[in-house]
């Protein structure tokens, strides 16, 4: 039986009915969740992955005023262009290399995943799927089918069918890509399969398999994604482009915005038959995508990503100096701290949230605790927080003896 944290929350933080979702959180500045009476907690999720550049980041509140002054939405369709969208798209683009010029926007991660799933299914007219055991991809009909979590799926059946799925860093199984294959989604590391690592040559293999087969590659980098990993995209460290880019959660700077990015060649198949091939009439939000420009700006100026690995590496030394501590499982500043233990993990987040830091487990790993806090922390915060983890660690370690 995997912990409920909710419940976990509501037992031990000592809500009432009144908050039975969790920790009630009053304002946010940086790395800090400030909670009524003085309550506070440094938040080590950035939920989930999402608050890259730090909670309330004066740049992305000024952005979102900004653009609702200017105007909240239009119309979508092309009649009309939303200059936001342009500028976004523009930007990103300028970072991307020549395989991903083509932006679309969607309004989550979710989303993004359908609309990659739909691209491929067009551009190679073939319906089979391929994805990996234990990726997350979304809640919706088609991101579940994908998904590799058994117990999110049986309620919701009937699913896509034509969905086969694979161990992830195993490159026997990479034959079962076959001509049939629409696509291949994966995560590049895998987030709540518990951060686990490509194996090295594992994404080459996959490259060369899908080349082989005619099958698209569908990165999703929805959690990796916006500099969280050390670079702006994990692919771009790993040296392996996909043909579709899945973005979303810091890509909108805590708005909700996401993207599939392919090659105009690959995404103009949504531009025929029947014409406007996935449409969403709030996708690209204009004041999403002024906040997402702001976040990327000031991400790049600041020179977050190149400090995402040393960060980790401060994260790192610490956690791996307690004995409790199995494993750690590392890209840049996304960590699984590996206990081997369910029930210690449980009660080390207990402990934590107790005693003023937010974490959790992963969805398809609850033996490790994740470390993912904005890139903005400072190396005092990161110290604040490790003692912090290690306490509680000692804590847990001691209820279990
Ligand atoms: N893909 C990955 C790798 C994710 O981590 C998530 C969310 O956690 C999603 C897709 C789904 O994104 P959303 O919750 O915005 O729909």
């Known amino acids: 039986m995997k912990p409920n944290l909710r419940q976990l929350f509501f037992e031990h933080v000592g809500q009432t009915s009144d908050f039975p979702m969790g920790l009630e959180v009053e304002r946010a500045e940086g790395v800090w969740l400030l909670g009524p009476n003085g309550k506070k907690w440094i938040d080590l999720i950035s939920g989930v992955s999402v ?16 653009q609702a002054r200017d105007y909240l939405h239009l119309m979508v369709y092309g009649e009309v262009i939303q200059s936001p969208q342009v500028r976004y798209a523009a930007r990103i683009a300028e970072l991307l290399p020549p395989r991903l010029q083509s932006v679309y926007f969607v309004n989550s ?13 067009r551009y190679t007219g073939r319906t089979e799927l391929v994805s990996f055991k234990n990726a997350y991809h979304g809640s919706t009909h088609g991101s579940l089918s994908v998904m590799g979590g058994e117990e999110y799926r049986n309620s919701y059946r009937p699913l896509l069918p ?47 398999r899908c080349d082989e087969t005619g099958a698209l590659l569908i990165f999703d980098e929805i959690q990796t994604g916006t500099g969280r990993t050390g670079t702006l995209y994990y692919f771009q460290q790993a040296g392996v482009t996909p043909d579709i880019l899945c973005t979303a959660k810091s890509f909108g700077g805590g708005m909700p915005l ?19 091939g996935h449409i969403t009439t709030f996708g690209g939000h204009p004041v999403c995508c ?12 600041e020179g977050l990503m190149q400090q995402a690995d040393a960060k980790g590496a401060r994260y790192e030394q610490a956690m791996r100096a307690h004995p409790a501590v199995k494993e750690v499982r590392r890209a840049g500043l996304l960590m699984a701290v590996e206990f081997g233990d369910a029930a210690l993990c449980e009660r080390v987040v207990q402990r934590a949230v107790e005693t003023g830091l937010l974490t959790e487990w992963f969805l ?9 806090p904005p890139l903005t922390i400072t190396d005092d915060e990161i ?18 003896g």
């Open 258 to 276: 996401g993207a599939f990015i392919s090659s105009d060649g690959i995404m103009s198949t949504l531009k025929t038959n029947p014409v406007l």
């Open 290 to 301: 002024a906040a997402g420009l702001a976040a990327l700006e000031y991400l790049l100026g």
């Open 51 to 66: 608050s890259n550049v730090g909670h309330n980041n004066p740049a992305v509140v000024e952005a979102v005023c900004s």
């Open 162 to 208: 034509d969905v086969q799925q694979l161990r992830f860093n195993r490159p026997e199984d990479l034959e079962q890509i076959t001509a049939r294959t629409a696509c291949v989604i994966v995560e590049p590391v895998q987030g709540e399969g518990g951060i686990q690592l490509p194996a090295p040559g594992f994404l080459e293999a996959l490259r060369r």
């Open 364 to 372: 398809f790993w609850p033996t490790a605790l994740r470390i993912a």
């Open 109 to 121: 991660g979710s989303e993004a995943v359908e609309g990659a799933l739909k691209l491929a299914k």
């Open 383 to 400: 110290d604040a927080s490790c003692r912090i983890l290690l306490d509680a660690i000692d804590h847990a370690v001691a209820r279990a």
